[in-house]
Structures are given as C-alpha cells and as structure tokens.
C-alpha cells in the first residue's frame, strides 16, 4: 500500500505529519518512509529522509536526487546536471519498496503539490507516476490555511484522499479552529489534526489501517 504525502506548500509539516505516521504504524503493521527528492541536504546529511527512516525504525534510502542547496528541487537538478525523469524517480521507489517488503510505504514529496520539478513538471506530476496510491495533503493548523487548502484543492487533477493537518509551525489566533472552518465553510473534511508535540495520528492510523486497500494487500 502507498501513500503519498503533498503538501500545500513548503514547510507546511509533511516532514513531522509521515514521521509521526511513521512511528505510530510500525507499531500496528510494518512500515517504509522515503522521501526521493530533497534539497538543502550535504554530504553526510540524511535530512528529512533520515528523519522519516528513523520513525519508521529503519536505516534510511537515500536516492540519487538529494541536493545540496536548499532550493527548488527543479533548480538543484538543474545545478547537479542531474535533471529529474520522473519515470526514474517512481522506478526508484518501486525498488526500495521490493527490498524492503513493507506492507505501507510512506513516499513524502519535496516542496508543495506544484513545486517545479523541471519545465511543465510538477510535484503532482511524480504523484500521478506513483499510482496507484492514496494521496495525503498537509496543511499547517495556522492562518492561512483556508486560502491555502481551497486553491490546491481547485488545482489538483484529482481530489486527495485524506487531509490532515500539522501543528509543525508556531501557533496563532487560528490554530485549532481551522479545521472546523474548513469543514464548516465546505472547502474540506480534515481526517486529523497533528498538533505540536503529538506522539501519534491515532485518525491518519485507524483510516489506513481499515482502508480497503491495506485490507486487501497479504
């Protein structure tokens, strides 16, 4: 079973929303977490990779695409020469996921749903070479989050499966009523709130893990 973590922007907490997926799954079935494209990541440096690994309690994979400066993805492939095949990537992952043989695989994108990848791709693009799968959207419990959430909603070629949202960032006036706003305002029905400091995502678990996808895989 895959699941793919977007983000409705950039550091909107897709990091600590797979993390804290990760530690509370391996604990109810058997778990992977990867992230195959990553800027702002030096020699020596697993980044959020490492970070997702660690919370699933594996040693983390690191792919060809890391980058060193922490910058559009597209632009980092773009200095390395390396610039990115989507077919590439998801093949990629398609290994990792053999090696590892994982009932879930966490797969969490770089950036937010349309970062650019290269000219004319996006991160939705590689979500689309990753199907099939069920796609998770994050967005921080913080003011903004309504603009935020309708706009990728509206920009998306298909609807995400789950919403979740992240208490990654600082609070303010709105945390903890924007997702009865969203729900309230009819933009979108939020699975589960993260908050800071959580140590599970008992919503974002009990959904997968009852999920007829993850029922149906041996």
């Known amino acids: 079973m895959r699941v793919v973590i977007l983000g409705t922007g950039t550091d ?13 799954l391996r604990d109810r079935s058997s ?8 800027s702002g990541v030096g020699p020596g440096v697993t980044g959020d990779a490492g970070v997702i690994a660690a919370a699933a309690g594996h040693a983390a994979a ?3 695409w890391r980058f060193p400066r922490p910058v559009s993805p597209h632009l ?32 969490e994108l ?16 590689l979500a689309l070479a990753l199907s099939p799968a069920l796609w998770v959207l994050v967005a921080p419990d913080s003011l903004g989050v309504l603009h935020d959430v309708t706009a990728t909603l509206r920009a998306l070629p298909r ?27 009819g933009i979108a029905t939020v699975l589960d ?23 149906s895989r041996p």
């Open 110 to 125: 770089a950036g937010g749903a349309f970062s650019p990848l290269g000219a004319g791709l996006t991160n939705v693009d």
């Open 159 to 185: 609807a995400p499966d789950a919403l979740v949202l992240s208490g990654a960032r600082a609070p303010d006036q709105s945390t903890g009523s924007n997702a009865y706003e969203l729900s309230n305002l």
């Open 31 to 38: 778990v992977l977490a990867l992230k195959p494209i990553e």
């Open 193 to 215: 709130v993260v908050s800071a400091g959580a140590s599970g995502c008992p919503g974002t678990v009990d959904w997968l893990l009852t999920h007829p996808t993850y029922k």
């Open 76 to 107: 980092g492939a773009r200095e390395a020469g390396a610039p990115l095949a989507l077919a590439e990537v998801a093949a990629w992952v398609v290994v990792q996921e053999q090696l590892a043989a994982k009932r879930i695989s966490l797969i």
């Open 62 to 64: 690191l792919s060809p």
């Open 12 to 24: 909107v907490g897709k990091t600590y929303v797979t993390a804290c997926l990760a530690r509370a």
